[in-house]
C-alpha cells in the first residue's frame, strides 16, 4: 500500500509530467512523440507495467499509436482490448465492464503476466478521439486515485490529439490552396496590408522574372513593375494605399531581353468579418495575344483598305478617263490605259488570292497535291515570268546538273517562288544579280533566292514572317505590299515539311532559303 508521501510525491510529479507535456504541446513535435511521453508518465506515476494509446483513425475504428513497456511486435495480440470501448462514464469505474476478460486473452497471447487495466477515453468536443490504457500484472489493485491522475493524462493527450488533427487539416489546406493558387494560369499575388507579397504563383513568376520565395517580402511595386498603365495601379504607390474596393488597370512589364507583355491587373481587398482588410489578392492576367489580335486587326484594316485601294482607284480613274465622250483617244494611250486596268485587276486579284489563301491557312484548311517536282524547271519557270518585268535586274540560275526531285505541291511552290523573286527585285530598287539556286542533301532540297538589295536589320529578320509585318523604311512606303507574301511562303513550307530562314545584310542583299523533302525519300517512306 501507498503511503501518504508517497500520495504527495505522485500528486508533485504529476504536475511536474503536466507541466513538461504542456510545455511540449507548445513545441512542434509530433504527435507520436507527444502522446509517449505522456503514456510514459501516465504508466510511471499509475505504477503501471505497459501503456498504450489507441486513436480513432478515418476508419472510425480504435488503432494502437503509442506504446510503453512491450516490444512492437507484440502489439497485434492487444487488438482484443481495442473492441471495448469506454465512455466517459467509465472512468468512474476505470474501466469498461468486459474489459477484463479481454484483459485476459491478451495475457494469454502474449504470454505476459497482466492481471490490471485501466483505460481512459479521450474526449475532445463530446466526440471520442481515443483511448489510454495502463495495465499491469501482480496481486497490487490501482490506487483509488488513478481514475484521476489518468483523467488528467488522457486530457492532455485529447489536446495533442486535437491539436494535431488541427494542424493536419491546415496543412492540408494549405497544400491545397497552394495548388489552386499556383495551378491557375493567370498570374496571383497575396499582398499583406501593407503591400508586401506574402506569396506569389509560378505564372506570376513567369511574367515578373522574379522567383517565389525571393519576392516574398518585397513590395508589389518591386516586382510589378507596369509601364504606359491605363487607369490607376495602386503598386506604383509611394505609400500603401487605401483600396477598398476592386479596381481593374492594364499595362505593360517590359523586361530586358524578354518580349513586352501586356497585361490587366485586378486589386481585390480581402476583408475579415469585423471589416478589417486582410490581404489584397491581385490577378495578373496576360492579355498580350489579344492586344497583338487587336493590333493586328487594326493593321489589317489599313494595310488592306490601303492595298485595295489604290489599284482600285487606278482602275476606276483610267476607266473614267477612257469613257469620256468629250475626247478622242489615240490608240497608243488606249492600250497604256487598258493595260494598267489589266495589271492593277491583277493586283487586286493577287492580294483576294493571299487573303483567302491566309484566311484558309488560319482555318486548316488548306489543301495539298503532293508530286514530285524538279525545282529548277521550276525555278526556270518562275524566273521567265519575271524576266520581261524588270530591265534592271539580271536573273541567274544556279542548281547542280542532277537535283534530285522534291515531294511537293508544284503550284505552291511556284507561288513561294514569285513571292520571293517579286521581293527580291521590289526590294533591290537599284538594280542587280538575283540569283536561284539550290542543292540537296540525303532528305531535302534546299532552295534560294538571293538578291543585292537594300537587305534587312537583324532585329527585323524574325518578324517578317509574320502577318502583315512590313520592314519600315522609305521603300516600303513607297512600294505596294500587304505583308502577307512571307506570311504564306512560311505557312506553304511548313505545310509540306519544310522550313524557310533569311541571311541578310542590310545595304548588301538578302537571301532566302527554304527546304522542301526529298521524293525518293518520301515515297519510300510512304510504301
Ligand atoms: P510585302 O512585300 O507585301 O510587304 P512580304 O511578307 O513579302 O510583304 O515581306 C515583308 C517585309 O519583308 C517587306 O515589307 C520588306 O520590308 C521585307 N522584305 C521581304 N523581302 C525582302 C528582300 N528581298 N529584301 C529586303 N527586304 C525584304
Not at 469613257?323 to 493595260?339: C, F, G
Request: charged share 20%; aromatic share 8%; hydrophobic share 40%.
Amino acid at each position: 500500500m501507498y503511503d501518504l508521501l508517497d500520495f504527495r510525491q505522485i500528486q508533485l510529479r504529476q504536475r511536474e509530467y503536466l507541466l513538461k507535456i504542456s510545455r511540449l504541446l507548445a513545441s512542434n513535435l509530433d504527435l507520436v512523440s507527444v502522446l509517449q511521453i505522456i503514456l510514459h508518465g501516465a504508466v510511471d506515476l499509475t505504477k503501471g507495467n505497459v501503456g498504450l494509446i489507441a486513436l480513432v483513425e478515418s476508419d472510425g475504428q480504435l488503432h494502437i499509436r503509442a506504446s510503453y513497456g512491450v516490444p512492437e511486435k507484440t502489439l497485434p495480440a492487444f487488438q482484443p482490448l481495442l473492441e471495448l470501448w469506454p465512455t466517459r462514464s467509465d472512468t468512474e469505474q476505470l474501466a469498461p465492464p468486459g474489459l477484463e476478460e479481454k484483459l485476459q486473452e491478451v495475457a494469454a497471447q502474449t504470454g505476459l503476466s497482466l492481471t490490471q487495466v485501466v483505460a481512459v477515453p479521450l474526449i475532445s468536443d463530446e466526440q471520442l478521439l481515443g483511448v489510454i490504457y495502463v495495465l499491469r500484472g501482480g496481486a497490487l489493485q490501482f490506487l483509488a486515485n488513478t481514475n484521476q491522475l489518468m483523467a488528467s493524462f488522457a486530457d492532455q493527450a485529447a489536446i495533442a490529439v486535437r491539436n494535431a488533427r488541427l494542424y493536419e487539416a491546415l496543412v492540408r489546406e494549405n497544400v491545397q490552396l497552394e495548388g489552386i493558387i499556383d495551378g491557375i494560369a493567370d498570374g496571383v499575388m497575396i499582398l499583406d496590408t501593407k503591400w508586401h507579397i506574402m506569396r506569389m504563383n509560378r505564372a506570376l513568376s513567369a511574367l515578373t522574372g522574379w522567383a517565389p520565395a525571393e519576392a516574398v517580402g518585397h513590395s508589389c511595386g518591386a516586382v510589378l513593375h507596369l509601364q504606359s498603365s491605363r487607369g490607376h495601379d495602386f503598386c506604383a504607390d509611394r505609400e500603401p494605399p487605401v483600396l477598398t474596393k476592386k479596381h481593374y488597370v492594364e499595362g505593360d512589364i517590359i523586361r530586358d531581353g524578354y518580349p513586352r507583355r501586356s497585361v490587366a491587373v485586378m486589386f481585390a481587398p480581402l476583408f475579415d468579418q469585423q471589416g478589417q482588410l486582410l490581404n489584397i489578392l491581385v490577378d495578373v492576367n496576360d492579355i498580350t495575344r489579344f492586344r497583338e489580335a487587336e493590333a493586328m486587326q487594326s493593321t489589317f484594316i489599313s494595310v488592306i483598305s490601303h492595298e485595295l485601294k489604290t489599284p482600285v482607284a487606278l482602275i476606276k480613274g483610267y476607266a473614267d478617263t477612257l469613257r469620256r465622250e468629250d475626247v478622242t483617244w489615240d490608240a497608243e494611250t488606249v492600250r497604256e490605259s487598258l493595260a494598267i486596268i489589266d495589271d492593277e485587276a491583277d493586283r487586286l486579284t493577287h492580294l483576294i488570292d493571299d487573303l483567302l489563301d491566309a484566311s484558309r491557312l488560319q482555318a486548316g484548311g488548306l489543301q495539298l497535291e503532293l508530286q514530285r517536282v524538279h525545282i529548277p524547271a521550276l525555278a526556270q519557270r518562275a524566273v521567265e515570268g519575271f524576266r520581261l518585268q524588270t530591265q534592271a535586274h539580271q536573273f541567274v540560275l544556279d542548281f547542280p546538273s542532277s537535283l534530285p526531285d522534291a515531294w511537293a505541291d508544284e503550284q505552291r511552290v511556284h507561288q513561294i517562288l514569285d513571292n520571293l523573286l517579286s521581293n527580291a527585285i521590289k526590294y533591290s530598287p537599284d538594280g542587280g544579280t538575283i540569283r536561284v539556286g539550290g542543292w540537296a542533301n540525303d532528305y531535302e532540297v534546299t532552295t534560294y533566292v538571293a538578291d543585292q538589295g537594300i537587305g534587312i536589320p537583324k532585329p527585323e529578320q524574325e518578324m517578317l514572317f509574320r502577318r502583315f509585318y512590313r520592314v519600315d523604311s522609305s521603300l516600303r512606303r513607297e512600294t505596294p505590299g500587304a505583308g502577307l507574301g512571307l506570311y504564306l511562303s512560311q505557312a506553304l513550307v511548313e505545310a509540306q515539311g519544310g522550313h524557310i530562314w533569311v541571311h541578310s545584310k542590310p545595304g548588301e542583299g538578302s537571301t532566302f532559303f527554304f527546304t522542301l523533302p526529298l521524293a525518293e525519300q518520301r515515297s519510300h517512306h510512304e510504301r
